[in-house]
């Protein structure tokens, strides 16, 4: 899994530089930057690469790849690399096309790295998978509820009966990862969902929001914004381990690291 996220992680470098190739051929040259690099490093790419700029990124799973991808606008990868060990990564990051991110950008990414550190603390050992998920949501209510965006207040958005902040959050936060990108898939619910976290086990941590381009219920300035964050996490005895933390998270650092491959 470690050689599998370094592997992924300089594919992502791969794609930072590939930048002025994809505002002049579009996603295809993220993607193929991307799985040049897989193909290289390891065996190949683990799942099919999501390289989904502008408003692509408001529809889960894009994998087209065949869009424009303009300065101003952000740009969501989400690609793993698998090694020959036939381990695969899956990562996630949301980054400004033209190296910085807007306000407005900034604010939606910043929730969605705030809302994975939450469910990153509520992964440990002994907790339930689904406390992680949890963690994440109320964060997502909360912040959707400070931008005045959601209908209902947080807690009850956050009710069973609620759950409004479900429309912009419209899937799972973590699936299990290690030789198939969704590992162990078809395990009974009270091993999977309802089961307990173990030293050893690995899985994503991705919360995201996403902001469809024709969505009158929000802001103008929202449409068209979407954002996802994941890592992939090792539960420890002790805890857990983020095994991609060396990839920047935080949009100040997102810049940096953009500026210095560039
Ligand atoms: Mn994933």
Redesign the pocket.
């Known amino acids: 899994m470690r050689r599998a996220v370094a592997a992924t992680i300089k594919g992502f470098e791969r794609v930072v530089r590939a930048l002025p190739d994809a505002i002049a051929l579009g996603e295809r040259a993220v993607e193929t930057s991307f799985e040049a690099g897989a193909r290289l490093d390891g065996n190949g790419v683990g799942y099919e690469t999501i390289a989904a700029a502008g408003p692509h990124a408001t529809t889960l799973h894009w994998i087209r790849n065949n869009g424009p991808v303009r300065p101003g606008d952000l740009l969501l990868l ?1 690609a793993g690399v698998e090694v020959d060990s036939l381990y695969t990564a ?1 990562i996630t990051r949301t980054i400004p096309v033209s190296g910085r991110y807007s306000a407005v950008q900034r604010r939606v990414w910043e929730a969605v790295v705030d809302a994975a550190d939450a469910a990153f603390a509520a992964a440990r050992p002994g907790n339930l998978f689904r406390d992680v998920h949890d963690a994440a949501m109320r964060v997502i209510a909360e912040r959707l509820e400070e931008w005045g965006l959601l209908p209902v207040t947080a807690a009850e958005a956050l009710s069973p009966e609620g759950q409004q902040h479900r429309r912009w959050m419209v899937h799972g936060t973590s ?1 299990h990862l290690g030789l198939d ?1 969704h590992d162990c898939a078809a395990s009974r619910a009270a091993l999977y969902l309802d089961g307990r976290l173990e030293a050893g086990m690995v899985f ?1 941590i ?1 919360p995201g929001l996403y902001f469809k381009p024709e969505d009158l219920a929000v802001p103008e300035e929202y449409r068209g914004i979407g954002c996802r964050c ?1 890592d992939d996490i090792l539960i420890t005895a002790a805890g857990a381990e983020n095994l991609s933390a060396a990839l920047p998270r935080r949009a100040a650092a997102i810049e940096e690291w953009m500026a210095a491959i560039g």
């Open positions: 989400d899956d699936h990108v994503t991705e994941e």
